[in-house]
């Protein structure tokens, strides 16, 4: 007769309840203890794991084996056999505890590091986390980078008509310009960069609002025809200093919920340019209609002989002005103008590309569309 087969159906019972109970208890203390060190090292946590499994096994074993079911020297060897076994899986456990914490290093040694490369091979969440923040890092990267060479362009972008606004100001100070012409074109030219600067430092301001989040829009109900047409009526008068031919092409209603002040200032930006870059005689169209996608669009259609297709996808950058136009010229922007007309729309929950077609390039301002 083997020792276990004698143990009643009673007592079997007897044995799961007070493994099962003993497991809990383990199992509480283990909980609790895992919270108290919830902000320590992995490596203590998972330590804390594999003796909360190991010792709520073994528990209720020796119990079992103490008090119920074995007696005599079989007792003694099955109590050994769960000792050696215990102590093996703690050892083994510690082992493959100290693999994970390796792991876990490894990505803390990394992000000390700069710049910062995400380890490869690492467990699926850590591999989560470190590609994160691969990416958290490069574009922060990309906006520091931006936002230095931003600071140098507009320092460059001010100084140039700073100084020449204090030459100016000297020759006419000192009466080395007298002739009545003269004074008068100095006048007027220094006007003119006043003029620009403060469009400038606007910009800037307003740039800087919509990289902050701060930009407060009163959306209200307004028709893209509408906008149009006043944008039309506004850009007017520099088209015809030009030459160039505005014209436009509106759907009867196009309703969108926008702040017709912003949205007018981001076509505004859109039609400037293109008017910048369209020869004399040519022309410039706008456009509001319905897309095949059931978006409304704005598109400004000009005649610049298109755009380098590789700045293309860098037009929206801040500062960028192409690679012909790195010294400001007396029409010439800052570029910051897209740049604000995409931070707008984007604002809107809207999108703003540019493709090149047919004698140049068309820009597109795509809005949820109001139905009504
Ligand atoms: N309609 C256009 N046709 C051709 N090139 C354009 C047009 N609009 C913008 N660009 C290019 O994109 C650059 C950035 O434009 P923008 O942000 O408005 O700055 P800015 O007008 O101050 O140069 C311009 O300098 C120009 O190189
Ligand atoms: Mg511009």
Not at 37 to 53: F, W
Not at 76 to 91: F, W
Not at 200 to 227: K, N, P, Q, T, W
Not at 264 to 285: D, M
Request: net charge neutral; charged share 20%; aromatic share 4%.
């Amino acid at each position: 007769m083997t020792p276990y087969a004698a143990a009643p159906l009673g007592e079997l019972w007897m044995v799961v309840a007070v493994t099962a109970g003993l497991g809990l208890v383990v199992a509480a203390l283990g909980v609790g203890v895992i919270w108290r060190l919830r902000t320590r090292s992995i490596g203590v946590m998972l330590a804390v794991v594999v003796v909360v499994a190991v010792s709520a096994t073994l528990a209720g074993v020796v119990v079992g084996i103490m008090e119920m079911i074995i007696d005599g020297p079989v007792k003694d060897s099955v109590l050994a056999i769960v000792a050696v076994g215990g102590l093996v899986g703690l050892g083994a456990a510690f082992v493959l505890a100290r693999m994970v914490v390796r792991e876990s290093r490894r990505l803390v040694a990394a992000v000390g590091a700069t710049p910062f490369t995400a380890p490869r091979g690492l467990p699926a969440e850590l591999q989560t986390i470190a590609g994160s923040l691969e990416e958290a890092y490069e574009r922060e990267r990309a906006l520091e980078g931006a936002r230095r060479e931003l600071v140098a362009w507009v320092s460059h972008d001010l100084r140039t008509p700073l100084a020449g606004l204090r030459a100016m100001a000297e020759a006419l100070e000192d009466g080395v310009v007298r002739d009545p012409a003269t004074v008068s074109r100095y006048h007027r030219q220094m006007k003119l960069e006043v003029g620009r600067l403060s469009a400038m430092v606007d910009d800037l301001f307003e740039l800087s609002r919509i990289h902050a989040g701060a930009l407060r829009l009163s959306r209200v109900r307004i028709g893209l025809a509408d906008l149009v047409a006043d944008t039309l009526a506004g850009a007017e008068p520099v088209a015809r200093a030009k030459g160039v031919v505005l014209t436009a092409e509106a759907a009867a209603s196009v309703p969108v919920e926008a702040d017709p002040g912003a949205l007018g200032r981001a076509l505004g930006n859109l039609v400037v340019n293109a008017i910048r870059h369209t020869p004399p005689g040519r022309t410039v169209v706008l456009r509001a209609g319905v897309d095949a996608g059931g978006m409304a669009c704005l598109s400004v259609a000009d005649w610049c002989g298109g755009i380098p297709e590789e700045d293309l996808p860098r037009v929206f950058d801040v500062a960028f002005r192409g690679e012909a136009a790195r010294t400001p010229t007396a029409e010439g922007g800052a570029g910051l103008g897209l740049a604000i007309a995409q931070g707008i729309v984007e604002a809107h929950d809207g999108t703003i590309g540019v493709v090149n077609d047919g004698p140049g390039c068309r820009f597109d301002i795509r809005l949820p569309l109001l139905r009504s």
